[in-house]
């Protein structure tokens, strides 16, 4: 992917925050397109290949929520939310459903820029590493093995789908056993925020990774070690 001329589907039903976030984004020579409802956004979204999707979490009929959860059944496209303050429950059930960031409006427009390009370089990183077999960078641990190269996880040798981010966070904590990351590192490294950032985020995706791991073995999932007070871990476990 090419990040300077990213396409980017721009979903909410206000026109003045469409154009708005459209005049900035086309000023990074990214192409958008836009959608005003959550019916639209989402068959535009599985019929295209956008490299980012921003997504408002209220919309007419179909919400944000029911959006994500839908598209990423079948697409691990990045989206970023954007929600009102008060909605703290809906951001966090975003989350959830694979949300990769969101934006609190009103926004800085220039926020939402840096956000995108953050976003999208680790994208691009990741979508390198798909393709990048020039050497061998598997990563083996009783119950787990991470395949870097093939972007593949496997737990006792079934293949476990990850987010993009999700993949990335687990990458990062296996790399360094029993090193403790702080949630403010894990921001500034695997999603890539310097100066901004909620520290949920990096919670929130660690329950739904380590869901992901226990669905088929509980010792994958206690390999992801909450060190409390201070961060995460990733922890070798034997039987």
Known sequence: MDESHAKILVVDDEERIRRLLRMYLEREDYEIEEADNGETALDLALKNDYDLIILDLMLPGMDGIEVCQKLRESKATPVIMLTAKGEESNRVQGFEVGTDDYIVKPFSPREVVLRVKALLRRASSTKFLETDTSAKNVLVYPHLTIDHDAHRVTVDDHEVNLTPKEYELLFYLASSPDKVFTREELLRDVWNYEFFGDLRTVDTHVKRLREKLN??????????????????KFEVVND
């Open 215 to 232: 669905r088929v073995s509980d010792h994958a999932g206690d390999m992801i070690v909450t060190v409390w007070g201070v961060g995460y």
